[in-house]
């Protein structure tokens, strides 16, 4: 069965702190993709990054990191310098081909960055 | 990225009447595309798989007379919640794939309020 779990429901860190927002996930599946979308209180879905299973590489966009560990199954997600505009709620997902397609969302973890 | 429309972005209307939510495709054709729920602070849940030409899959305990999901064409895809009641008030988001690429696109949900 597949499964993503965000155990950080919620979040407050003050501006200019870094954050790090931890993901979980669960596949028997050998190639899957793992997404982070951020949803602003707009509700609108951003894509932020997919990474397939065979591609270990961290990756650093600005201020966004994004570390992933098949070895413990983890796919953390890192703010640098915090800003009050990166408040949201921020989903973990995995997509597996073997499922159709469909795209396993985490709980969420929602991010408040204090001014 | 490609883009995927949902038309209405918000609706309110009276328990017991139906209402229709559009998810287009705007610039790939969708071979697939999946609805999603969302109430308040929770994740999204995947309520049914449509593929075009053919009937939707619905997941476990999604009724699917209640919500009637028509994708006749690789462009567009609707969902309408059939005699709606306060119970069903949530946030719908379609997505879409396709593509040489298979990428997944979300829409950018629909806000159904009813009273």
């Known amino acids: 069965a597949q499964k993503v779990t965000q155990a950080q429901t919620e979040i407050s860190v003050v501006e200019k702190e870094d954050v790090t927002l931890d993901c979980v996930y669960e596949?028997?599946?050998?190639?899957?993709?793992l997404f982070w979308y951020k949803q602003p209180p707009s509700g609108e879905l951003v894509f932020l990054i997919r990474r397939n299973s065979f591609d270990e590489q961290n990756e650093i966009s600005g201020r966004y990191s994004w570390n992933f560990q098949k070895s413990t199954s983890s796919f953390n997600f890192t703010i640098t310098a915090s800003q009050v505009v990166d408040s949201a709620v921020y989903f973990c997902?995995?997509?597996?081909?073997?499922?159709?397609?469909?795209?396993?969302f985490g709980t969420g973890t929602s991010l408040t960055v204090i001014p | 990225g490609a883009v995927v429309s949902q038309h209405p972005s918000r609706v309110i209307c009276k328990s017991g009447t139906s209402v229709k939510i559009e998810c287009r495709s705007l610039?790939?054709?969708?071979?697939?595309m999946f609805w999603y729920r969302q109430f308040p602070k929770q994740s999204l849940m995947l309520m049914a798989t449509?593929?075009?030409?053919?009937?939707?899959?619905?997941e476990q305990g999604v009724e699917k007379d209640k919500f009637l999901i028509n994708h006749a064409s690789l462009t567009l895809s609707t969902l309408t919640v059939t005699s709606a009641h306060p119970e069903d008030s949530s946030f719908y988001i379609c997505?879409?794939?396709?593509?040489?690429?298979?990428?997944?696109?979300f829409g950018p949900g629909t806000r159904l309020t009813v009273l």
């Open positions: 596949t028997r599946d050998t190639t899957y993709y």
């Open positions: 610039d790939f054709q969708a071979t697939t």
């Open positions: 997505s879409a794939s396709g593509g040489a690429r298979d990428e997944q696109f």
């Open positions: 449509s593929n075009e030409g053919s009937k939707a899959t619905y």
């Open positions: 997902a995995l997509r597996c081909s073997n499922t159709g397609n469909q795209f396993y």
